[in-house]
């Protein structure tokens, strides 16, 4: 212990000598800081054609008479955290990745997000019903099971896929039954599966009428009686209580791309809309989100996509809104059915963006 | 008491003397200590605290395998730093059954969050000194299996334009929470075994045909009450069907592949793909498709011949590949459910994944985050 407080004594003086003699500016940290780029500087691009850009360095120089604060002064208070991350001189790849992160998160209003390629459009992805497969035990056969969709309405006829398979992904002969069960609890029907020919898996459907299938989770569990593997389905009967009447309109407000869309409630509640925008080569370019609540009547939506996100994927207008989807916000959540409007914009000088909110940040 | 003072002594004389010095100075303080915001997963009465009664405090050094006993994750996570952190404690129980959506779950961790920022102490008796969170530090999350579920929920609905916007549900309806605040000032999330996609060990349990009771008992009682029942690894119940298109926080994620020691080895038998015993891999790391899918511990898929994988991946789970948007691979560990939260073993083997964060490699999930912070 004596040797850690003669330790700490040198330690003490060293800290305290430094720090009256050190000059503030000169420090390492002090330099660091300096060479930090602000969050409004541009990725790349030609910064001559930038009106915001030029905007920002014609603007006259201030005079700084003040040193700069070493941050070894600095009130880390006045820092953000990501600031502070910035400031950090030996980073580590998370910090790299934070760094990176939140360039990419600041870019855009926290209402978009663009998309990197039309498979990964996350509007489709909330209605994908994925295929789930159980491996036996033995590790011998493969109980594989799906449906066509996720959410259902009153009257829409649901289908549900079995098959069994071998370790060589051969068909196993073998029959399949079904319970279909609400809220976990309540047993609704029995269903039997029946062969598809040439197919290799087996099916069975329901209908789902309005006065035996109210909204919420179904669940279909499946069993072959081969081998007692066993699995289950899940989906939503949706009442949205909410329709989107098919009718848009466009315009630039604040240097961003606004797409009205029409909604009809029934039930006032809070909805939720999301949409998708390509370009007229079915090129990618984001998605905007909107949640509120409504009341009964109708309603004009503002779908917003920035303008900013709109340059970056460097297509021309006429722009297209390719999917749209509409829930009613409960649990579980309520989607109407995906629409795929595929409205197209008026045609737009891509200048009209250039004058986007934020307005130093340039196009990619 | 098991516990001792982590912090050596030479740690608090540099802390106190710094202050004296800036003090002396006039200056103000230097950059900021990191303060972990540790969020429990199921299973635990984190809303008791009553002395030393902490079970959301004890949760991160508590143990279902006697080799880990004495681990403390805490302790890993805090190292020889300056660190600080906050215990955030609701009730995860199977008696109460509240699924992640919750006032009493996300509602309540998010109301936690937010007092922890304030700097005004979590009110729990650190065994650490020195170790409540200051209003001025650097905040993370730190979650543990439904925690991460949790987080996802608070996260993805702490902007405006998202479906539940600071909203959580409670018997009554839904309820005002401040998703937004809680989640402002946040760093990052870091998700450990998170119950992301759910776990097939819930529909297991929910669908009749659990079989290993122990592992059961230990991770998730009983019977399918609601909290159970939105664990399932079906879309219907996942959380990323009920948050918006971004998050407040960026999220790394972390995920185990090793079986529970001795008998309990077994449950990993049950689950598709690599898993930690309890969940599987493709729900910890927050994959595209099912949560159930079958990913190895590079999370990749390939197709298989008599049980062996060749050729290309057909699915790769890297930043590009996950189902939540502002979700980052971080690390793919051999560690299994229970040692991710009390760090009992002490430097896992790791495979390189795709976009993962190699800071910290070779230490266990604890040790990874504060290498890297």
Not at chain 1, 58 to 73: A, E, R, W
Not at chain 1, 245 to 271: F, W
Not at chain 2, 28 to 41: K, L, P
Not at chain 2, 160 to 168: D, F, K, L, R, V
Request: with cysteine; glycine share 8%; net charge negative.
């Amino acid at each position: 212990m004596s040797k850690i407080k003669k330790s700490v004594g040198v330690i003490c003086t060293a800290i305290i000598i430094t720090y009256f003699i050190w000059p503030s500016g000169s420090t390492p940290n002090a330099s660091a800081v300096a060479n930090q780029p602000t969050e409004k500087t541009p990725l790349r691009g030609d910064i001559r054609h930038s009106p915001s850009l030029q905007k920002v360095s014609t603007s006259p120089p201030t005079l700084n008479t003040k040193k700069p604060p070493s941050l070894t002064q600095q009130d880390s208070k006045e820092l953000s955290p990501i600031e502070r991350i910035k400031a950090i001189q030996n980073k580590t790849s998370l910090h790299q990745s934070l760094i990176d992160d939140h360039q990419q998160f600041t870019r855009y209003p926290s209402y978009n997000k663009a998309i990197a390629q039309s498979s990964k459009d996350p509007i489709i992805s909330r209605y994908e019903a994925y295929e789930r497969s159980t491996l036996s035990k033995d590790k011998n056969h493969t109980l594989t099971i799906w449906t066509e969709k996720r959410f259902y309405l009153n009257d829409e006829v649901a289908t549900f896929y079995a098959s069994l398979k071998d370790q060589q992904g051969n068909d196993v002969s073998t029959s399949f039954a079904a319970q279909v069960i609400f809220g976990e609890q309540l047993n609704i029907a029995q269903l039997e599966f029946e062969s598809s020919p040439h197919n290799g898996y087996q099916t069975a459907s329901l209908t789902l009428d309005a006065a035996t299938y109210k909204e919420g989770i179904y669940k279909v569990l499946i069993a072959n009686r081969t081998n007692e593997l066993a699995d289950a389905l899940t989906f939503t009967l949706s009442r949205p209580l909410a329709r989107l009447t098919g009718e848009y309109q466009d315009q630039v407000v604040d240097g961003k791309l606004r797409i009205m869309a029409e909604v009809e409630v029934e039930q006032s509640n809070r909805y939720y809309l999301e949409a998708s925008l390509y370009s007229s080569t079915n090129d990618p370019i984001g998605t905007t989100q909107f949640a509120d609540r409504l009341e009964s009547g109708t309603h004009w939506i503002p779908l917003d996509f920035s303008g900013l996100m709109i340059l970056d994927a460097g297509e021309p207008a006429p722009f297209i809104l390719r999917n749209i989807s509409l829930a009613k916000v409960a649990m579980p959540i309520q989607r109407a059915p995906l629409s795929n409007p595929n409205y197209a914009t008026q045609q737009y000088d891509l200048a009209q963006f250039l004058q986007s909110e934020g307005g130093a940040q340039e196009p990619l | 008491m098991k516990k001792t003072s982590r912090k050596p002594v030479i740690k608090t004389l540099i802390k106190g003397l710094f202050v004296s010095a800036a003090l002396l100075g006039g200056a103000s303080q230097a950059a900021a200590d990191n303060c972990y915001i540790m969020v429990h997963g199921h299973g635990t009465q984190g809303n008791v605290q009553s002395g030393s009664n902490q079970p959301a405090l004890d949760y991160w050094n508590s143990y279902n395998f006697s080799q880990y006993s004495g681990s403390n994750f805490i302790n890993e996570l805090l190292g020889s730093s300056n660190d600080n952190y906050g215990v955030v404690g609701y009730d995860s129980t199977d008696e109460s059954g509240h699924p992640y959506w919750r006032d009493e779950t996300a509602g309540e961790i998010a109301r936690q969050i937010a007092a922890i920022k304030q700097g005004n102490g979590d009110g729990y008796n650190h065994p650490q000194a020195n170790t409540q969170c200051a209003a001025n530090d650097n905040f993370w999350v730190v979650s543990h299996s439904q925690g991460a579920q949790q987080m996802m929920y608070i996260a993805g609905n702490a902007l405006a334009g998202s479906p539940n916007y600071n909203t959580a549900y409670a018997a009554s309806g839904s309820v005002n929470v401040d998703f937004d605040g809680a989640i402002s000032g946040i760093s990052g999330i870091f998700t450990m075994g998170g119950a992301i996609t759910g776990t097939e060990g819930a529909d297991r349990l929910c669908n009749g045909n659990w079989l290993d009771s122990l592992i059961n008992l230990a991770f998730l009682g009983k019977d399918c009450n609601p909290s159970v029942q939105w664990l399932q690894t079906n879309e219907s119940y996942a959380v990323r069907n009920y948050i918006g298109s971004n998050l407040g926080a960026p999220l790394y994620v972390m995920g185990g592949y090793k079986s529970f020691p001795g008998i309990q080895g077994a449950s990993a038998a049950l689950l598709s793909g690599e898993d930690d015993g309890y969940i599987n891999l493709a729900s910890q790391m927050s994959c595209e498709g099912s949560g159930k899918r079958s990913i190895e511990s590079d999370l990749n898929s390939y197709k298989k011949f008599f049980g062996i994988s060749y050729g290309s991946p057909t699915f790769r789970c890297n930043n590009g590949g996950k189902g939540t948007p502002r979700t980052y691979n971080m690390a793919s560990v051999y560690t299994d459910h229970d040692a991710e939260r009390n760090a009992g073993i002490s430097s896992p083997s790791y495979t390189s994944i795709e976009n993962g964060i190699t800071c910290g490699n070779g230490r266990n999930m604890a040790g990874r985050i504060d290498s890297c912070l």
